[in-house]
């Protein structure tokens, strides 16, 4: 948890086409491990008028990493190990709603997570905790970012439920239809587990979902070309690197901890009694959980 007086930390993890920022001062990329494994590449740490930025590019630099084959955990806790309190996770998606055209950007406050070959938790055997996703992204975020989207005039739409696949093959029709009875606005395959994860981390977490093209119900889509999904791509990547740019100030103006509870999400999340706590899963989640399972130690 931040302490009061002290600024956030931003923490941005790039999708598809976004692979770095720049205009950041005091630039270095680090490699951070973590126990659960390898992250997705090193970090980008800089500013951006002395407000502290770390970067991630979740497919690393180059793409080189499928969406099922990410390590969500080492990712996650990584930029927790950094100090990063608030994520904006930046991911490309296909629309649901005719409404929805390439280049939207949607600020997501719902998910169905539909992937099934993932590690959802940092914990587990030993050490056991159920934390609430009824609210998955973090309110207190919503609003800065709408209104960062709004001055750089960018196409947007505030609130949408994400459909997360396990990919990496796109949807068939059957299912892009069923995903449309069911609500849905967006569909991709990135941001499960990755933010049931930030919450077990008691992080604020924020999805800026990029509208890319239409899934396969739309009946132009067959017309749609690679170019131009690319073309749709890399402008989109241009302007969420202007987003960060206008919002980290915005995001910067927070001296305490989270108003809505992220940053004490474990506080009511942790069932395993003190006494029957694994304690290599304890070291496992130091960064994680430190907070949490020291104050109930102190108990």
């Not at 390590?71 to 806790?77: E, F, G, H, K, T």
């Amino acid at each position: 948890m931040p302490d009061a007086g002290m600024p956030p930390v931003i923490g941005v993890i790039g999708g598809s086409g976004l692979y770095d920022i720049p205009g950041l001062s005091d630039v270095a990329w680090r490699s951070v491990e973590s126990p659960f494994g390898k992250a997705s590449d090193a970090l980008l740490f800089g500013s951006l008028d002395g407000q502290p930025i770390v970067f991630l590019p979740r497919h690393g630099r180059g793409h080189p990493l499928p969406p099922d084959a990410l390590n969500y955990r080492a990712n996650i806790d990584a930029l927790k190990r950094c100090g990063v309190t608030d994520i904006i996770s930046v991911s490309a998606v296909g629309s649901l709603k005719p409404e929805l055209t390439p280049g939207t950007f949607v600020l997501v406050d719902q998910f169905i997570d539909r992937t099934f070959a993932r590690k959802k938790s940092f914990f587990g055997e030993g050490l056991v905790a159920h934390v609430s996703m009824a609210d998955p992204v973090c309110g207190r975020m919503t609003e800065p970012l709408a209104e960062a989207l709004e001055e750089l005039g960018i196409p947007h739409s505030r609130g949408g439920t994400y459909m997360v696949m396990e990919g990496p093959q796109f949807s068939t029709r059957a299912e892009s239809h069923l995903y449309r009875s069911w609500g849905c606005d967006v569909i991709g395959m990135t941001n499960m587990p990755e933010g049931k994860l930030a919450r077990e981390a008691e992080m604020c977490y924020a999805t800026v979902a990029m509208v890319t093209d239409f899934d396969c119900w739309h009946e132009d889509h067959d017309h749609v070309t690679v170019d131009q999904v690319i073309k749709v791509l890399l402008a989109n990547a241009d302007k969420a690197r202007a987003l960060i740019r206008q919002v980290a100030p915005k995001l910067a103006q927070r001296r305490e901890s989270c108003s809505k509870g992220c940053h004490t999400a474990l506080d009511t999340a942790v069932i395993t009694h003190p006494d029957h706590r694994d304690p290599d899963m304890i070291a496992k989640l130091d960064a994680v959980a430190g907070r949490a399972l020291r104050a109930a130690k102190a108990e």
